[in-house]
């Protein structure tokens, strides 16, 4: 950006600084506002940060700022100001936009910030600038704490920061192209800071007692001080020039001089020694080429074994997701002064500064008082300064606050956490891999200092390293850390150093097990294991059987005395009854049928008190109804009211059946159980476990490269294979192709004399693996695959030694015979054409061997290729996840419904027919979403009509004619859907008159059937509505509730409601009904006809005597329970309390909807208290054996109700 591009604003306010003549800075009187207005531009600066751009590329900071901050130093304000204005500046390009940004716009704007950085840190390699800095520093740390003012904490904390902000700016690679040894500008600002004497500021710090506020602050400025630096170059550098250093150096050209003469050696060997203008050409056997035929090759033999197939094609192009992580940036070696200067920090650190400052950190970061991810400064001093101290002449009391148990669990616990949000945060996958990287070095050097310990001349030092050494193999969690990580290492988000150091970890990890486990006989580890036990649905045990008739009279007659004394005042009642749970979820106007059991179990359990308070309590939070009797009731009401809710057989509290069971998945939970005991442990058992395909791929992945690797690093792979295939006696767990072309590679390396180690290693399992070969030719083919220990013992004992139990109890399979194998194909294309159902399933019934499971089953028919995979045979399941629509299902569905739109049962066929497994509910929504239908009951299951004139067969049967009122139009529209056929009906029979005697016959047809109950009940609510019409001379329609299940499941009786119309009775007239209704235009004179046709005749044919029922939803007034329920409104809902009847069933039985549909329009038979029992195979059994029906149960199935009416 160029000057004259500026702002005008912007331009006059950097004018307004001052001006540069020679050395000197020559300041204009608006300095000192200058500088404050370009803090204030910076504060307003938008996304792109322009004014940031603009002071750069004016270097306001190079030219201005820093003349001001050496030549002005003893203005307190103006310095104060510039240092703001320079840590605004200067902070790091990722803080200003958040991240590196993707689009390219943005990504020019974050290189073009970068880049003013870097300038800006050229500029600050001055010694006058720091020395500026560190007096101004010195000062400052030399005042009391009393006399430090708050101006004087935040100079003191801008100045750190202005030094952590210039040392973070990363180094240009297209300007710094030196040598090692060469001074980079890192090297030069390091070197301005030793000469002003910050380090020993920064060490003051670290170590003096008053300042522990900034312990953060000078380990983020020293681990940026470092970051070019190793600590083994740092402890080597005293040894002179003939160090390591050297040694280093003499062996890389060694080994690269070795490799140019090999090469020179080979093309001088090629090299024919008389030239011939025709190559020849050469058949390659068994080479085959696009064809059948071999290869023909065209030039020099000497060319031949550069010859491939992929000679002329364009390389194909790796995507990015699949590109290796980057690695870091190879560090360079600094210059020696330099070197030497942080080599004396590093020692007057750990004497001085070390233990304190490490103990202040891990404090505040266990405290949570630091920022975010501030704990990987202390992973990486951890790692740095440990493995200076133990390559400097090894001082345990130096780094002791980190080395000890709680360290490790320290670094363990960090590792695991980034290890999973790794997992999670796919986006930070690669930041997440770089803080995993340090904590796994922090783990590294704290073994190998462990390991140190063990060399040590002083007997403590060797018991501390046996305690820790104990107590961290006794865990398991750090047993199975490095399983782990090499099962879930990725090489796109994890960096082949990563890989280098986990290798060389897991190697000491496993070298230091084994000799701790040498030298005892039995050593005891710790074992957690996860049980996963399905957490079934809870068991509902049976209700007890409720009490009897007699034994409720008897338990009444005892109870008597007890309630008269309560009501005349000699028991005292309680106090603290209430009638109501104010927190639960359920409305209080909701809890009064809860009220009326409450009651009920007090005087079962003989609290007389509590259940007369409860009643009284309950009378004055629900006095609308008269439910729980009038305000002015007198005792004896009380006693009767007390002894009808004593007697009533109120149904209980059981689980709620769910309404759609298609869309519960057909799945338990699981219960996670952490189970920690203690085991022996083997060190060869402990080894199996990194015997699998994760472990040698990341191994052979890392040996790719084991030119550019290390020596060490060489080793530990090495080291790691051999004890997989020596101690283990698993040779042909490394038979694979990828490793036998890394093997290749190698014995054909002109420099393989360099890498001995894995040149024997090679032959060893070469060796082995063609001495397999001669005994087992199928050998040849496992080199395509990875492998397990049960393949590798199946190749090594012969296929099939697993099945069986040859030498290994894994499996116990029994071997498939040939003659199974074909009665499986041949079920197998028996019923893989059969739609709609399990193949799996119908083999497993028809299969002649007994014990074959569906999981062996389905491996069969994979293994002899009649299926792909696993996944061609799904489980059935239940339920299903399925929500959305595809447009095929939703053309499959529209197919169907105008397949069958004219069917009986629409929404059953579709269902049969459906491909897509969906609920009923979903298919409901589907059709009414599409518009293909108007409403729920244009789906409903439509059934044919009887004929209602005399027919043959009727008379046979008892069921009477319908009225001729009732069947007309009954020819024309036979196939109406039922809740249509009871709404029209309702209509004509609004105004219809019964005839006397009507129902007469079907009501004794329906007393044979055992509905004895249900018609008693319907008798007694039709005579007491005909009193209340005579005495009150008006007549309201008043609703049918049925409070029993026994009553309920005549209601839903086809049968039943035929008998109710031919009475005249009401149906439903909408849906905001629920009730069949005694209407209003039936005189009391017509209801006691009806009643008086529907009473029970004996074989004589006249009426039998009954006792008057206590219970019934019309009873009049005097008895205060029913009083509400039988209303005359036609829109007051029904209070949902059950009234004793002396009929009661004698089994529960369970209601369940064939849909949702028709729980929510047909099956509701008003507020219940409770949900029905659940059903079990027990009590199906029972109604089985028992020959008299106890009452009709609602259809489950459509199929069901067609078999009945045929």
Known sequence: MDWYMMNCELLATCSALGYLEGDVYHREPDCLESVKDLIRYLRHEDESRDVRQQLGAAQILQNDLLP????????????DAVIRLMVNLTQPALLCFGKVPADATSRHHFLQVLSYLQAYKEAFASEKVFVVLSEKLYNLLQLDWEQRQEEDTLLIERILLLVRNVLHVPPDPTEEQGVDGDASVHDRVLWALHISGMDDLLKFLASAQVEQQWALHVLEIISLMFRDQSPEELAALGQGTAGAEHREDTQELETLRQRELAEKRTRARQRPSRHSRFGGSYVLQGVKSIGDRDVVFHKGLHNLKSYTHDLGKEPRRLPRRRQAAPEAEPSRRSARNVRLFLRHFCQDFLEGCYNRLMLLVKDQLVREKAQQHDETYYLWATAFFMAFNRLHGFRPELVSETVGVRAFHFIEQNLTTYYEMALMDKKEATTWAHRMHLALK??????????????????????????IKSNIFYLMEYRELFLTLFRKFDETKQPRSFLRDLVETAHLFLRMLERFCRGRANLVVQSKRVRRKKKKKPHVPEAPAPPSAAELEQLWEGLAPQVQACLEGEVPLPEDMVPFDAASETPVEEQRAEAVLRIQECLRDSHVPQALQLLRSAREVWPEGDVFGSADVGPPEETQLLREILVAPLPRNAPAEPEEPEEEEDEEEEEQTLQVSEKEFNFLDYLKRFACAPVVRALVLLLRGYARNSARTNHCAARLLHRLARDLHMEPLLFQLSLFALFHRLLSDPAAAAHQELVTLAKFILGKFFALAATNKKAFVELLFWKSPAIVCEMTKGYGSLQEGEGTTWSRVSP?????????????????????????????????????????????????????????????????????????QEEELTRLFEEFHGSDDVLGNIMKHLTARRSRARVVEKLLGLGLVAERKELYKKRRRKSHGPGPGQAATGVPAMPAQDSSGDDEDSEEEEDEDEAEEGRMEEHWVPQEGAGQDLAQHLHREGLAGPLRWLENCLRRAAGDREEDG??????????????????????????????????????????????????????????????????????????????????????????????????????PVPVPSPVQPRTKRRRELASEDEDEDGGSSGTRLAPPAPHSEEDEEEEEEDPQPRGRRKRIRCVEEEEEED
């Open 442 to 467: 922090a783990y590294q050097e704290l073994l190998r200092t462990v390991q140190e310990m063990d060399r040590s001349p002083e007997q403590a030092v060797r018991d501390s390293s046996q305690v």
């Open 816 to 888: 498939w015979t040939p003659q199974e194998e074909q009665e499986l194909r041949e079920l197998y294309w028996k019923y893989k054409e059969v739609e709609g159902g399990d193949i799996i399933a119908a083999i497993l019934a028809h299969l002649p061997t007994p014990g074959r499971t569906r999981k062996q089953v389905v491996k069969q028919l994979v293994r002899m290729g009649l299926a792909s995979s696993a996944k061609d045979f799904p489980r059935e399941r239940k339920g299903t996840r399925i929500v959305l629509w595809t447009q095929e």
């Open 1034 to 1135: 008006v007549s309201h329609p008043v609703p049918l509730v049925p409070l029993t299940e026994e009553n309920e499941d005549a209601m839903e009786d086809r049968r039943f409601r035929s008998l109710l119309r031919q009475l005249g009775l009401r149906p439903p007239a909408s849906e905001q009904e629920s009730f069949w209704r005694i209407p209003a235009a039936l005189t009391p004179q017509q209801l006691r006809h009806a009643a008086a046709s529907i009473a029970h005749r004996g074989p004589s044919g006249s009426p039998q005597d009954m006792s008057e029922p206590p219970g019934c939803p019309q009873d009049p007034a005097p008895e205060p329970l029913p009083a509400g329920l039988g209303s005359d409104s036609e829109s007051e809902e029904p209070v």
């Open 68 to 79: 001001i901050l050496v030549q002005y130093p003893q203005e307190k304000v103006l310095f």
